[in-house]
């Protein structure tokens, strides 16, 4: 695997960020982020709760399987890859803001190879995440997820990148 090295001045006024999620990432400036992988199963029962109120709540989640979440994963890429053209690279940013971005997340600027991204997921909610200014009340949740085999996730990303 050869590679040329570029190299990126980068210059960043400012970064807010509010939650990246799973696999996540801010990538800016001549990244690899090569043979991502994530694998997710949650059950909530209520959950996060941020700036709120809760009374009176009542939750439960039954997710009795005989098989829970059985994971076979065998992401594997080989790269090479090499750069063309001008190696040298200027990133100004001004600003990034980011409200949230889930599963696979990712802000990328200037000259990313993002290969084998993978992102599975099964959530069960019964209330999930709740943020900013909330008033619940009296609020009941009940999930059942009885499964012989629940949520089988077979992650078989294996190649060579053209």
Do not use: C
């Amino acid at each position: 695997m050869v590679r040329k090295r570029m190299k990126t001045r980068v210059m960043v006024n400012q970064i807010s960020v509010n939650s990246i999620d799973t696999a996540s990432g801010i990538f800016v400036g001549t990244n690899y982020a090569n043979n991502w992988s994530s694998h997710r199963k949650s059950n909530y029962g209520f959950g996060s709760l941020s700036h709120s109120q809760a009374s009176n709540n009542y939750s439960q989640v039954i997710d009795n399987d005989l098989v829970d979440t059985p994971i076979n994963s065998q992401s594997y890429l080989l790269m090479d890859q090499q750069m063309s053209g001008n190696n040298n690279n200027q990133l100004d940013i001004g600003e990034i803001n980011i409200n949230v971005l889930d599963s696979n997340a990712a802000l990328t600027i200037g000259d990313n190879s993002l290969n084998g991204w993978s992102s599975h997921s099964k959530r069960n909610a019964g209330q999930g995440k709740l943020i900013g200014a909330i008033n619940n009340t009296d609020n009941k949740n009940s999930v059942t997820d009885s499964d012989l085999v629940d949520t089988t996730i077979s992650n078989s990303n294996i190649g060579i990148p053209t």
